[in-house]
């Protein structure tokens, strides 16, 4: 915490004790429970945090991020209502509905995508799917995996075309096969990360290296 206090001092920053939060990150499929550290001073210590947006928990799981999106989708549904009662169109309803529920259940998803399961999934599908019983959806919408997928190429297609991007320096260095041979086209030429774990795997850079590598 000195060291954070410094560094904000230096930038012309202060560091606002009653406003920071502790977060432990555990891995909870391990099977010996690891000691924690003693809690800072001053400072409470969270199980869950939301950052820039995006619920996580101590364990990395993005479950309870969905549970809140669909929470505040769900209101969202009534005001699509008010405005269908008062004439707006179909068309109008379907540009609303995408302009606020979509971009909401889409927010920052390539970060935190990978770390939901498929209880998850099926219950953003599930709400989809009244939205399109009730009118407010095209009825042609692709389901959540299908949107959070295509977030996801649209990422790595910027991270891939743009030196200056800031998540460029994450990527692998191309593979020797790319530089050296002329073989079959491959979806990525980038060299394939070592697997580390489970926690890693679900990682955005991860997914898309390997996603249809073979």
Request: glycine fraction near 2%; hydrophobic fraction near 35%; charge should be positive.
């Amino acid at each position: 915490m000195d060291n954070i206090a410094t560094w904000a001092e230096a930038n012309n920053l202060k560091l606002n004790v009653s406003k920071s939060k502790e977060i432990i990150f555990q891995n909870s499929r391990r099977r010996i429970a690891e000691t924690l550290p003693q809690p800072l001073p001053d400072i409470l210590r969270e199980n869950v945090l939301k950052i820039l947006g995006v619920t996580i928990t101590n364990h990395l799981s993005a479950s309870e991020h969905i549970r809140r999106i669909i929470s505040d989708s769900a209101q969202s549904l009534y005001v699509l209502r008010v405005l269908r009662h008062h004439g707006m169109t179909e068309i109008g309803l379907h540009a609303v509905f995408r302009a606020v529920v979509v971009s909401r259940l889409t927010y920052a998803s390539p970060a935190w995508s990978g770390f939901i399961m498929a209880t998850d999934r099926q219950r953003v599908d599930a709400f989809v799917s009244r939205s399109k019983r009730c009118g407010f959806c095209p009825p042609d919408m692709p389901d959540f995996k299908q949107l959070s997928e295509d977030a996801d190429d649209q990422l790595f297609e910027r991270i891939l075309n743009n030196l200056h991007h800031t998540l460029y320096q994450l990527l692998p260095p191309q593979s020797a096969a790319s530089q050296n041979y002329n073989l079959r086209r491959r979806t990525r030429d980038r060299r394939l990360h070592q697997h580390q774990g489970h926690l890693s795997d679900c990682n955005f850079m991860t997914r898309l290296l390997y996603k249809n590598s073979y």
